[in-house]
């Protein structure tokens, strides 16, 4: 680990390194200098003018969509990362081998294309030719995959091709019927499944012009302002750098979906300054880190496999958005008390406002940059526009207020130095999306796989493991998130654990005569899926978050994991508890009495799990707060004892944390032991 001594400026480059997994790790001079920016530029425009400008088939879009993005991937990353592999790890140029991989793997991904009325013809009768380009899209994209995001993967991915292959030579419950190779071929690369369904239709249909509105509203400033703002607004108060932390993240994480990206960009301001406040690095690390996770679940962009989810379960994604709404925001609000807990245990003082940006000026300084968000939010929430077509007006948008910023600062160049920014912001919005253009695409050939009859087996093999109980398959979904999801992007575990377990559980539950909301299910593994971001050992936040700290990567990651616990335990409550998700709640007294009990429910727990309200707790105060989260999260669980309504019982829970806020008031702090 470095020294303390070391600049801030290296710190700043170290965290970056842990951005390279995404945008690619390649600084290739001479040919790579311009074709991957102009590869990247390429892919955008055309996302834009099939967004809204030009009607092409679907098959077609999904096609060109992929084809960009695994060349992108072998022209943006080395073959191997360690430089012991010499050529086959060098980032500063792009070798041959790489380009003609990226050619090959767009040829073979345009095949269906190119094939389009032979192989509508020819339909469970594939052509060698056909099997041949289909078994090396299949190899090329899993090597893209390894590329981007890591190995894990594709290793799952090839994990389930083999058992298709060869499932009958497996003992016991794991046996089934094998799939020759000819027919697994034709699923996932020949058709409309597997590798070209539903993931990949999403990621290149909504998924990237969200991404490429995030990418261009940092590039014209509107992360910095999102930070400054957030400074500005809580800098202040006790605990205040942790406070802008957290509302920095959460500000600039429904923009761009990507928990390394949210650290390295706010935490490069946050960390250093919480340090400065007088949090140690280690949990000023893991306030970012958990910040920047946390970032994902809230609406209304919520990252790229939100967007899977309204696909998946048939539902407007306004529907999606609304179910999560109360999760999400007082999961946020509970970690703004959790860092105000904290600086009260650590006896923090507020930074003085000389050493802060002044709200006022903040404020009407980036007022534009609310403009293009305030039309994605209006045309998706309010009108109830496609989410396509809420992101192609948002980035219309976004383009106008660049141009006028720029014409209204240099009206002699007539806002010609608006196009720069503009052009890096497709750029960086292109390169954002190729790791999650190749995972979704790789997460497919499961999904494909699953579809040949492997699902019903798989679900026997789940329901062994968790003991046949519901409880039993929701902890056993639960860790496998958080194990895949250390390899795995937070879209493509939601797609794996989706594939797997979503309609397992729903029938589980069935059978228990137990109607689990099928939104609630899908939220359950997106949840985890993103938790899995801060879990150690891999926990590639906590790593960006410690580079920036100088503290132990490993202790940010527990510490980080351990504020989180308040969102590990949200799924469990929300899956039991409709009206967490505004199922069946229709009035706006409901829906603001469930957000307030939910709300005193969540900062109980976290009182409870840091062992702190305005003291140290005893632990009889620690599990009355306990017990009055378990009442104000499943009141109905307490309705065959009292038989009263739940906004009764209810008010149980809230009289419960006041009796255990009333005990710290009442009895002396030096009766502690």
Known sequence: MASETESPESDVLDAHSFEERELGSRHAGGLGRWLIPGLA???????????????????????????????????????????????????????????????????????????????????????????????????F????????????????ATVFLAYTLFSEQLPGVLATAATPWRRVVETLSLSGHGIYGIPLEVSANTVFL????????????????????????????????????????????MINGSSIANTVTTGTFTIPLMKK??????????????????????PPIMGAAAFIIAETCNLPYAE??????????????????????????????PLPRSELPRFKETFLSGLHFLFPLGVLIYLLLIEGKSPRFSALFAILALML????????????????????????????????????????????????????????????????????????????????SLILGMGLPTTATYIVMAS????????????????????????????????????????????????????????????????DIRTAMLPFMFLFNERLLLIGVDSLWEMILVFLFSLVGMFAFAAATLGYLKRPNRWYESG?????????????????????????????????????????VILPTKKLG
């Open 401 to 480: 207020v660049i141009w006028i910023q720029k014409l209204l600062s240099e009206p002699r160049k007539f806002g010609a130095s608006a196009l720069p920014i503009i052009g890096k912001g497709l750029i960086t919005g292109a390169k954002n999306m190729m790791g999650i253009g190749v995972a979704v695409a790789a997460a497919g050939i499961i999904v494909g796989v699953l579809s040949l009859g492997l699902s019903s087996q798989v679900t026997l093999v789940i329901k062994f493991l968790s003991g046949g109980t519901l409880a039993g398959m929701l902890i056993v979904t639960a860790l496998v």
């Open 41 to 139: 530029l390429a892919w955008s425009i055309f996302q834009l003018l099939v967004a809204g400008f030009w009607t092409l088939g679907a098959d077609v879009v999904r096609a060109v969509h992929l084809a960009f993005a695994m060349s992108l991937c072998f022209l943006s990353f080395p073959m191997f990362k360690h430089k012991r592999f010499g050529a086959l790890a060098d980032n500063s140029r792009i070798p041959i081998w790489d380009l003609l991989a990226s050619l090959l793997a767009a040829i073979c991904a345009l095949y269906i294309v190119f094939e389009r009325q032979g192989l509508a013809e020819r339909i469970g009768a594939p052509l060698p030719r056909d099997i041949l380009a289909g078994s090396f899209l299949i190899l």
């Open 210 to 253: 969200f991404v490429l509105f995030g990418a261009m509203l940092e590039k014209a400033g509107g992360g910095k302002y999102f930070i400054d703002l957030a400074f500005s607004l809580l800098g202040g108060f006790r605990g205040g750098p942790a406070k802008a932390s957290v509302l920095a993240s959460g500000l600039t994480g």
């Open 320 to 349: 999606v958005v609304r179910a999560a709404f109360i999760p999400a925001v007082i999961s946020y609000l509970a970690l703004f008390y959790i860092t105000h807990l904290e600086a009260l245990k650590l006896g923090l003082d």
């Open 141 to 156: 994209l899993l090597d893209a995959a390894r590329r981007s995001v890591g190995p894990a993967l594709p290793c799952v």
């Open 500 to 563: 797997l377990t979503a309609a397992a559980i729903e029938s589980l539950a069935a059978s228990f005569g137990v109607v689990l909301p099928l939104i609630g299910i899908h939220l359950f593994v997106f949840y985890f899926g993103i938790l899995s971001d801060d879990t150690p050992p891999v926990a590639l936040s906590a790593y960006a978050a410690s580079a920036i700290s100088r503290a132990d990567p490993v202790r940010t990651g527990v510490q980080g994991f351990l504020y």
């Open 277 to 298: 406040a007088g949090y140690p690095g280690v949990k000023a690390g893991a306030i970012e880190v958990a910040a920047s996770t946390n970032g994902q679940l809230m």
């Open 624 to 664: 009355l707060l306990l017990v009055a989260t378990w009442i104000l999260f499943r009141p109905a669980s307490l309705q065959g004892f009292l038989p009263l309504p739940v906004d009764a019982i209810s008010v149980i829970g809230l009289l419960l944390a006041a009796l255990a806020l009333g005990l710290q």
